[in-house]
């Protein structure tokens, strides 16, 4: 069905790692239980020359040219937002920074230029971390995470298994499980998209009149392009959202399909 379709959800001109994925997958749902397969086959590790002394960064670290360089230094406060990365005077531009204190738990990571990830994140593999993304202090990358270019994974956030497509951004105290968000997707502080059905029985998708039943384990959210969510709402376990939607704060969203534009609200 079109409405179950990803690029329903997705438009066809966002550029990510998951193109091929997407064009081939029937139903939207299908892309969870491919995330790690699709990230693995696509990765392409950089920082096996920062953990060779082991996980924990000890120091401001560069990623330039595909290379690791120590010693550098840095500004936060850089042109547009952005930090600035010196090596002996020179400005290494594009390079991807990563501050002391995070910790890389294993080679199968990939860093993308200009992303940023900083002090008490953990990242587990498999996990890309796109260009200009950001994982901020004491996020937890639990692995299997494709973030795409200008993506933040924030203050006290929690993923696995989650696709976050071009600028997508979940910026405080929020939890992604099994889940894709779409390009330009806004989570509000605390937003949780719970993945775990209490209930031994399948989740139930109705559109258009007719009525889809899905049995996967674990199943978060999928939101479409440009969604909002609105501080401490929660998505139950397997909601379909559509593209330009918002949920108000303090909302539970119960499992289902929400069209395109909706505006989900406590009745």
Same mark, same amino acid.
């Given at each position: ?5 990803? /690029? ?12 091929? +994925? +997407? ?7 299908? #892309? ?14 950089? !920082? $096996? ?6 996980? #924990?960064? *000890? ?32 400005? #290494? $531009? ?5 501050? =002391? ?13 200009? %992303?940023?990830?900083?002090?008490? %994140? ?15 202090? %004491?996020? /937890? ?24 497509? =071009?600028?997508?951004? $979940?910026?405080?105290?929020?939890? +992604? ?7 330009? !997707?806004? #989570? ?14 399948? /989740?139930? @998708?109705?559109?258009?009149?007719? *009525? ?6 674990? @199943? ?6 440009? !969604? ?10 397997? !909601? ?17 399909? /929400? =069209? ?8």
């Amino acid at each position: 069905m079109e409405c179950f379709s990803p /690029y329903h959800f997705f438009s066809r001109a966002v550029d990510t790692r998951l193109a091929g +994925l +997407l064009a081939a997958t029937e139903c939207v749902w299908d #892309l969870l239980p491919a995330i790690e397969e699709a990230i693995r086959q696509t990765i392409e590790p950089n !920082v $096996a020359q920062i953990v060779k002394n082991g996980p #924990l960064v *000890t120091e401001p670290v560069a990623i330039h040219s595909g290379q690791a360089v120590t010693r550098v230094s840095f500004r936060l406060d850089g042109p547009d937002g952005r930090f600035v990365c010196h090596k002996d005077g020179e400005e #290494l $531009a594009g390079a991807a920074l990563i501050l =002391p204190g995070a910790f890389l738990a294993d080679e199968l990571i990939e860093i993308g230029p200009g %992303a940023l990830v900083e002090t008490g %994140a953990m990242i587990k593999g498999p996990a890309i971390i796109g260009p200009g993304t950001e994982v901020r202090q %004491a996020a /937890y990358v639990r692995g299997s995470v494709l973030a795409g270019e200008g993506c933040v994974i924030g203050h006290a956030t929690e993923a696995k298994n989650t696709v976050m497509l =071009p600028g997508a951004k $979940a910026g405080h105290f929020a939890y +992604l499980g099994d889940s894709v968000l779409g390009a330009g !997707v806004n #989570l509000g502080a605390g937003t949780k998209l719970a993945n775990l059905k209490m209930l031994d029985s399948p /989740y139930r @998708f109705v559109a258009d009149g007719q *009525t889809r039943l899905v049995n996967i384990r674990k @199943f978060g959210a999928i939101l479409g392009d440009r !969604v909002e969510t609105g501080c401490n709402s929660v998505t139950s376990p397997g !909601v379909l959202v559509g593209p330009g939607s918002k949920v108000l704060p303090n909302v539970t969203v119960k499992a289902g399909f /929400y =069209p395109s534009h909706s505006l989900i609200r406590d009745k």
